[in-house]
């Protein structure tokens, strides 16, 4: 179990520290247990992860693809140490957090080195969110310093007090990029300890307010010494591309933390639509891809078999990868998606399996460095093949800031994620569903994203959810959200037809009592599914009838 006793601190801290961060950790009684048994999982007590990961290849070797240029891991290391130096000038002392605000650009993924490099926690967020949100952000992390990507600062201006514009590539003329050249002789990195805090992940709020999670240097290496290594086995000649933002833990270890372990690299596109994706793919040769399956869903209309020959690793992760998306990848393109769960709380994926032992339509196994099992409603694990709570133990896990919900995800020293799972008698995992996206009708459990993916199998489906409504005769019902692919009527006829089609697909009292069509599904700013907006949507109206 990790401990944070400054008595046990190898550098006795003799450097100005902001505490916020380490007093507001849970105690240790209230956090999982750690697993730390794998050799390539022991680290030092002194540890700055930046470091680490930018002496992973030589200085020359080519860390970063932008729409402008190349960065190699010279130049990124130079010019993170440069910002380093311009964050202490404004004032950040080790502990002390820095919210950075920007798209996925050289400048921004520099600048999350050089809040490392300096002591600092990185409290990343998405570009797309609003004064109301940054303000909940800031002020839970109490980010007084902030980096920002200067067409950004309207929303963030109101809400912090020190902010440093930059443009994408640092050539421009905004504060940072001028102080940034202005900087003479060496930084020399922070020696911060292997279990100082060094991100504060915030969760995607599609249950509540966003909470935020702590995590140390070495649970950035940790992630990267067990997924990538063990289920993608990556290389040196790797090039890493994916959708999602830095802001979100499965997006930094594809742009950032898994290609500059192994001296890899990555593409950074700041617009990273299905058709630029698709081009990139296509132009630039990345190796492996990581996305949602909501995109891989959208790349297939684009997808270009004898133009992506470079892809040999396509990873879905973000939401459940429905089995119609996995044959339809794998038919377009020759590849198997590898799908993985993973969790902000965890910061990365821990179930999944390699494309040689892909079984169509589960998750996978545990990740090697985790291990996980199925809880039943008494805390015992259950059976083989039996339903119950996904709780998982590893080098990662749950440390909330100063939040009373850590009580909720961690139980007897398990991370419980909130999802419902069983595990097969060869410990593969099979999703059901969130825990609170099961639909109980008739005495019946029913899991929606198993409805869901019947439904796509439709043709005249593109896209759905399905959630449970209240109903006065068999308590809920099974309602599904409808985007259509065609423009077929959106009448009773086909409402009949797709009811009918999912009585044949799966069993039948699985079906959708309600059919809605709609335009759009809700969705967050990382592009999952918020059910709990439907959910909530089918009780406002149960409650005005």
């Known amino acids: 179990m990790s401990r944070r006793d400054d008595e046990m601190d190898p550098r006795f801290r003799e450097e100005p520290i902001d505490r916020y961060v380490l007093e507001g950790l849970p105690p240790l009684s209230a956090q999982p247990d750690f697993l730390f048994d794998r050799p390539e999982l022991h680290y030092p007590a002194q540890l700055n992860a930046a470091a680490e990961l930018l002496a992973s290849a030589p200085p020359g070797r080519v860390l970063f693809h932008t729409p402008a240029r190349r960065w190699t891991y010279g130049e990124i290391d130079a010019l993170s140490s440069r910002i380093a130096r311009v964050l202490v000038e404004a004032g950040l002392v080790t502990g002390g957090r820095v919210l950075l605000r920007g798209r996925t650009t050289a400048m921004l993924a520099a600048s999350w080195f050089g809040v490392l490099k300096a002591g600092g926690v990185v409290v990343a967020t998405m570009p797309l969110l609003r004064q109301r949100e940054l303000a909940v952000i800031v002020d839970k992390a109490r980010a007084d310093l902030a980096v920002c990507e200067a067409d950004l600062l309207d929303e963030l201006a109101p809400v912090c007090s020190t902010v440093l514009t930059f443009t994408p590539e640092g050539d421009g003329d905004e504060e940072l990029d001028r102080r940034v050249r202005g900087v003479t002789g060496v930084f020399a990195t922070v020696a911060t300890a292997a279990e100082d805090a060094a991100l504060l992940a915030f969760t995607s709020g599609t249950t509540g307010t966003p909470k935020a999670t702590v995590h140390f240097h ?40 898994f290609p500059a372990r192994y001296g890899a690299a990555s593409i950074l596109l700041p617009v990273a639509t299905p058709e630029f994706l698709g081009e990139a793919i296509a132009s630039r040769g990345p190796t492996i891809l990581m996305t949602a399956p909501t995109a891989y869903r959208a790349l297939l209309k684009h997808a270009r078999r004898d133009e992506w020959a470079s892809l040999r690793r396509c990873v879905s992760a973000g939401e459940h990868l429905p089995a119609a998306t996995f044959d339809a990848w794998l038919s377009t393109t020759g590849h198997k998606l590898i799908d993985g769960i993973g969790a902000t709380e965890m910061l990365h994926i821990f179930i999944a399996s390699p494309p040689d032992a892909i079984r169509r339509g589960s998750t996978g196994q545990a990740v090697p460095g985790y291990v996980a099992t199925i809880l039943d409603d008494n ?23 100063a939040d009373a919900r ?26 059901h569903g969130r825990s609170d996206d099961m639909i109980v009708a008739s005495g019946y459990n029913i899991g929606g994203p198993e409805v869901e993916e019947a439904l796509l199998l439709h043709p005249a489906v593109r896209e759905c959810a399905v959630v449970g409504s209240p109903d006065g005769e068999r308590g809920m019902v099974v309602k599904a959200f409808v985007c259509l692919a065609d423009d077929r009527a959106a009448d ?32 967050n700013e990382s592009g999952k599914l918020q059910r709990f907006v439907l959910r909530d949507r089918e009780l406002d109206r149960e409650r005005a009838s």
Do not use: M
């Open 406 to 431: 850590q009580a909720n995800y961690v139980a007897n020293g398990w991370n419980i994620t909130g999802d419902t799972y069983h595990r097969d008698e060869d410990g593969y995992f099979w999703y």
């Open 492 to 523: 009773e006829k086909l409402v009949r037809e797709l009811q009918d089609f999912v009585k044949a697909t799966i069993a039948p009292f699985k079906y959708p009592r309600r059919i809605e069509f709609v335009d759009a599904l809700p969705r």
């Open 218 to 257: 070495r649970d950035i290496l940790a992630i990267a010494d067990c997924f990538p290594r063990s289920i993608l086995g990556v290389r040196p000649d790797d090039l890493f591309l994916s959708s999602a933002p830095l802001a979100f833990t499965f997006g930094l270890g594809a742009h950032i933390i």
């Open 379 to 401: 805390g015992d694990e259950a059976a083989p093949n039996v339903p119950g709570r996904l709780a998982v133990r590893g080098p990662t896990g749950c440390r909330y800031l």
